[in-house]
């Protein structure tokens, strides 16, 4: 099993959608939780850090479920600018902490 | 510039052939991480570094892979005997001890024929 799991999609959505973003990891010591954001041909990016709490940042929403082990990331109001790949890492507890894990990524592309 | 630099941009190499990649971290950062990305697919971890030390090393990766960071500052990845199969984007990140933002260089492309 990954240790880090996602649908790479592709989703593709009309402007103004809400779509929503799953993440399973597999090492339940896992300390923290992101997620990145990816553009064509470019460098990933920080996007957003993932609480138990949840937390939103404008449009976006993140929720992290440590039972279940699973992250997701909410997108509300689609944009163009928004179509990247997105990007769930996983900080792995323990004697690896700060080993940072990144998922497969999942594509989004919003059309007009 | 004060972010992560990597060097070269772009390698195009003969199979069998070594290459070495450096990436100068942003200077503050004690951390440094080499990824690897194929097309489709996440950066996979490699190896990071907590200033000189490699503190960890992908289980994964053969023995052809090494990686340094002598002064705690910049880092060289150096593939031996490269196979077809190393095709790929070599990217750098950094960051801060018990900091978790990372910050990516521009990568390495590599392109072995």
């Known amino acids: 099993r990954k240790e880090v799991e996602q649908d790479p999609g592709p989703f593709n959505v009309p402007e103004g959608a809400t779509v929503a973003f799953n993440c399973t990891y597999s090492n339940s010591a896992s300390q923290s939780f992101f997620w990145y954001r990816q553009d064509c041909r470019k460098e990933p990016k920080l996007l957003m850090s993932v609480y138990s709490s949840g937390n939103e940042d404008g449009r976006f929403t993140a929720q992290l479920n440590r039972a279940s082990q699973y992250i997701s990331l909410l997108i509300r109001d689609s944009k163009l600018s928004d179509s990247a790949t997105y990007l769930c890492v996983v900080n792995a507890g323990g004697t690896s902490y700060g080993k940072l894990t990144f998922g497969q990524g999942t594509i989004l592309t919003v059309h007009p | 510039d004060t972010g992560v630099s990597q060097n070269p941009r772009h390698k195009i190499t003969k199979r069998g052939q070594n290459v070495t990649f450096r990436c100068d971290p942003i200077?503050?950062?004690?951390?440094l991480y080499w990824y690897r990305q194929t097309l489709g697919q996440g950066p996979e971890f490699l190896t990071y570094f907590q200033n000189e030390a490699q503190l960890e090393k992908s289980r994964l990766l053969s023995d052809r892979f090494s990686a340094e960071r002598p002064k705690g500052s910049f880092s060289t990845l150096e593939i031996q005997r490269t196979e077809q199969g190393d095709s790929a984007m070599y990217l750098c990140?950094?960051?801060?001890?018990?900091?978790?933002?990372?910050?990516f260089g521009s990568g390495t492309q590599l392109s072995v024929l």
């Open positions: 200077s503050e950062h004690n951390r």
């Open positions: 990140a950094s960051t801060f001890v018990d900091g978790e933002k990372l910050f």
